[in-house]
């Protein structure tokens, strides 16, 4: 095969990468929000709302995580020790972000004073974007802006899949993956029974 064939080969499917993507990623409009409330699942990628739980005597080693939130401020998995810990993905675009957002801080409003701590890690935006969703949908705890590096993202790596949003984990009190919801959660229930029962363990 010539060098000019080889280089058109590449770049054809470095092409079809790139539409595949643009089709799959999340629209900025409202009408990725209705498409997810209708079932038709689309614009985003992500899981089905399936969960697991893990149970205390497998949960592997601590998970490491730091950044800077939509304010500007330092936050740490080290800050965190002793709480248990809600991490959401997220970013401002994707329809069942924005569905399961209430359901979300209706969940951290229940628990905030009852050692519970909630984390987003935004995937894909920067701050001012970031705030204007938090505004909008009534998101009060803080969120690590990870469009960068993607540090905070890779620190979960062997937990969700990096290309989906939104997911959820939810940390004990050693900072340890005790459960995971992969895709939005399908109203409050689930996790809640979560937290609570992780808030119980010594």
Known sequence: MTRRRVFATAAAALAAVALTFSLSACTSTDAATQAFRDGQNAGYIGGDGRWSE???????????????????DAISSEDLRGDVVVINFWYA???????????????????????????????????????SFMKTYGVTYPSIIDAGD??????????????????????????????????????????NTFVTELSDES
């Open 54 to 72: 893990i149970p205390e005597a497998d949960r592997g080693e601590p998970v490491d995580f730091a950044g800077v939130t939509q304010d500007g």
């Open 93 to 131: 675009a994707c329809g069942p972000c924005r569905v399961e957002a209430p359901d979300l801080e209706k969940i951290y409003q229940d628990h905030k004073d009852s050692g519970v701590s909630f984390v987003g890690i935004n995937t894909a935006d920067q701050a001012d974007t970031a705030k």
């Open 150 to 191: 993607g540090a905070a993202k890779i620190a979960f790596a062997q937990t969700v899949p990096l290309q989906a949003s939104p997911n959820t984990v939810v940390l004990d009190k050693k900072g340890r993956v005790a459960a995971t919801i992969i895709g939005a959660i399908d109203g409050p229930s689930v996790l």
